[in-house]
């Protein structure tokens, strides 16, 4: 198996995303924009998680469903709608067989979760077996534009951690998104088994603020998956000597910063 399961993130997942109020909101409007999706439309959402861009649709009365690796996230969904809907929800991997049957859905989405997959043509295969002929696959990932002026500080405490993990001898500490598909390849891929294929910018949103000190803490906390394996000794002493740059060499440690990010879709129909 080679999907990241989130379980043991689930506690702290929802508040270290980042997201302002109206985001997901807005990202159905416009994925139902794109896809032309109307009343009758099935919806799957792959790696549905904690039901961050989900919970729209359900609370709408989309016909929708979710299909996640963690049990953990899963059991987030339900209690979040407070009776207001009833959620259709499957643990599954989903770079291996899904639980549906083909041509079972009309628009087949997946949100931040490419760039964790190794295994992504085994997750673009299953999404094509159960689309419906006419169905559409959304791909979203996000990225921040280039800004002037210094780095933001996710960026600053990321290049930090690097720096100590190769002077402690960790070359990597996780997965590098080098394994990972690029929009070209995932482009070159699709135009090769599609109708049509085509990537395009969703819709721009401001992240919620976040200092240095709230990065180095969640570091502090392995938070963040590529820290997951890092062995005890080598993860105490890296946060050891990050607190020490933190505390030496940031003088703006506690100043919250915000950044514009992009949410961009490829979008293909079969």
């Not at 499957?90 to 490419?114: K, W």
């Not at 910018?201 to 976040?210: A, G, I, K, N, R």
């Not at 570091?219 to 946060?239: K, N, Q, V, Y």
Request: charge should be neutral; hydrophobic fraction near 45%.
């Amino acid at each position: 198996m080679t999907t990241v399961n989130y379980d043991r993130a689930v506690s702290y997942y929802d508040e270290t995303r980042g997201f302002r109020a109206g985001v997901s909101e807005r990202y159905r409007e416009a994925a139902r924009a794109l896809t032309g999706a109307n009343e009758r439309t099935r919806f799957l959402e792959l790696a549905i998680g904690t039901g961050l861009f989900g919970l729209p649709f359900i609370a709408a009365g989309d016909r929708y469903t979710g299909v996640d690796i963690s049990r953990g996230m899963l059991g987030r969904i339900a209690p979040k709608l407070a009776g207001r809907a009833r959620p259709q929800l499957a643990q599954a991997d989903i770079t291996a067989a899904l639980p549906f049957a083909a041509a079972g859905f009309d628009v087949v989405q997946a949100i931040r979760v490419f760039h964790m997959l190794v295994d992504w043509r085994a997750c673009i295969d299953e999404a094509r077996r159960v689309l419906a002929p006419g169905g559409r696959l959304l791909i979203v990932e996000h990225h921040a534009p280039a800004e002037p002026g210094n780095p933001p500080p996710w960026a600053r405490v990321q290049a930090q951690w690097d720096a100590i993990l190769r002077g402690l001898g960790v070359e990597s500490a996780g997965p590098r998104n080098t394994l990972y598909p690029s929009e070209a390849m995932m482009l070159e891929r699709l135009s090769d088994i599609s109708v049509d294929t085509r990537a395009l910018d969703l819709l721009t949103y401001v992240e919620l603020p976040v200092s240095c000190r709230t990065m180095v803490e969640r570091r502090a906390g392995r938070m963040f998956r590529s820290d997951w394996a890092l062995p005890e000794a080598i993860h105490r002493e890296a946060t050891r000597l990050l607190y020490d740059w933190l505390e030496r060499d940031c003088e703006d440690a506690d100043a919250p910063v915000e950044r514009s990010m992009v949410l961009r879709a490829i979008a293909a129909r079969f």
